[in-house]
């Protein structure tokens, strides 16, 4: 049985930092420019792959343009979230 995704954060409170590391690591791996906004960062994304995303409803994608579209944000942002993890490690390993 398939599980559906609810887009529901486990904590609310985190959805703005994380729409906000999406951008910079997008940004920063130079996917996307600084100057487009938060909330159009997955339409940007799309058109960079030749995905046509709208802002309302995009039921009509295939499983494989939006496993195209969320591998290229998911997997960036998660290779940050483990370097960050790491340069944290590291850092506090050198105050003992």
Known sequence: ???RNNRKA???ESREALNQLK???LVKDGIISADVPIQNVN???GKEIGIALNHQYNGQ???QEAGKI???IGGRMVKELV???QEKLAKNDSKH
């Open 43 to 45: 339409i940007e994304v």
């Open 61 to 63: 994608l295939s499983t």
């Open 83 to 85: 370097r960050m993890a």
């Open 1 to 3: 049985m398939a599980r």
């Open 23 to 25: 951008k910079d690591v």
């Open 70 to 72: 969320g591998g290229q």
């Open 10 to 12: 486990l904590v609310p």
